[in-house]
């Protein structure tokens, strides 16, 4: 079995709850939610040390109080930190609001996530059997990088083209697969890049990877807490199940029951106040 290896961001995420969202220039009042642990990157280190593989988390924190509790986080859930703290930077702050019908709008200030560098995974050792997952709240030429010296290495390259950039080519056509939802679909399509194979989430309608197509697990309406970092739960899962082997819909069902399981609780990760 082999080990999954996020490069990806590491986020404090900051909460806010309203009962609907602003339109353009309007002020509303909102009730705070709390501070937690999140990041595209964390998020999916999590869920894939959930689902039961061995995690290794490569990023970066600012050298303050948030970017201390989050590496302890870390430790406890049992994934390894290939972290850099960055002194005079601050860790990575996501704003969160969220409606009443738990949709939710997102702005992220990256701070020390720009500052993962190109070297990020020198000493990390991946080969064969290893799967790399990453997302694109870190710089995408490092995105890039690390994406091809995986495929060199002979690891499986899973990329989250989220939020949606412009990679280099080469490193979108050695990822088996390149993650997208809906809109992140027609963005891709509109770019020209060509993945080496493609896997398209639809939330609760479930996920397609190249003619494999899976349905979704219903969660009850009353049973959704908030969205927040479903798609996330879901890739980090994914990498989990390819790493152990599975095949492309046991990684996909995979997928599915944990981003169902997502939902149920609010915030990007369970139990993740920091």
């Not at 494999?212 to 479903?230: L, S």
Request: overall charge negative; proline content about 5%.
């Amino acid at each position: 079995m082999g080990r999954v290896v996020v490069v990806g961001s590491l986020n404090v995420d900051v909460v806010t709850r309203v009962e609907r969202h602003p339109q353009p220039g309007e002020t509303l009042l909102g009730e705070p939610a709390g501070r937690f642990a999140g990041g595209k990157g964390g998020n999916q280190a999590l869920a894939a040390r959930r689902a039961g593989a061995d995690v290794v988390m490569v990023g970066a924190v600012g050298g303050d109080e948030a970017g201390e509790a989050y590496l302890a986080r870390l430790a406890a859930a049992g994934v390894e930190a290939a972290v850099t703290r960055c002194a005079g930077v601050p860790t990575g702050t996501a704003y969160i609001t969220v409606d009443e019908a738990a949709e939710n709008t997102i702005v992220v200030v990256p701070g020390a996530n720009h500052r993962v560098a190109g070297t990020a995974l020198d000493g990390v050792g991946l080969g064969p059997g290893d799967v790399l997952l990453c997302s694109l709240e870190v710089p995408t030429d490092v995105v890039a990088r690390a994406a091809l010296a995986a495929d060199r290495a002979g690891a499986r390259v899973v990329l989250n083209l989220a939020p949606y950039a412009s990679v280099l080519p080469d490193a979108v056509a050695v990822a088996d697969p390149v993650v997208v939802n809906e809109s992140e679909m027609r963005q891709l399509a509109d770019s020209g890049l060509l993945p080496g194979s493609l896997l398209v989430t639809f939330g609760a309608a479930g996920a397609r990877w190249g003619l494999e197509q899976v349905d979704g697990h219903a969660v009850p309406a009353g049973e959704v807490a908030d969205t927040v970092g479903a798609g996330d739960a879901f890739c980090g899962a994914l990498a989990a199940a390819l790493a152990a082997g599975a095949d492309h819909r046991s990684a996909l069902e995979a997928g599915n029951r944990a981003g169902a399981e997502a939902v149920r609780w609010s915030g990007a990760q369970p139990d993740a106040a920091l």
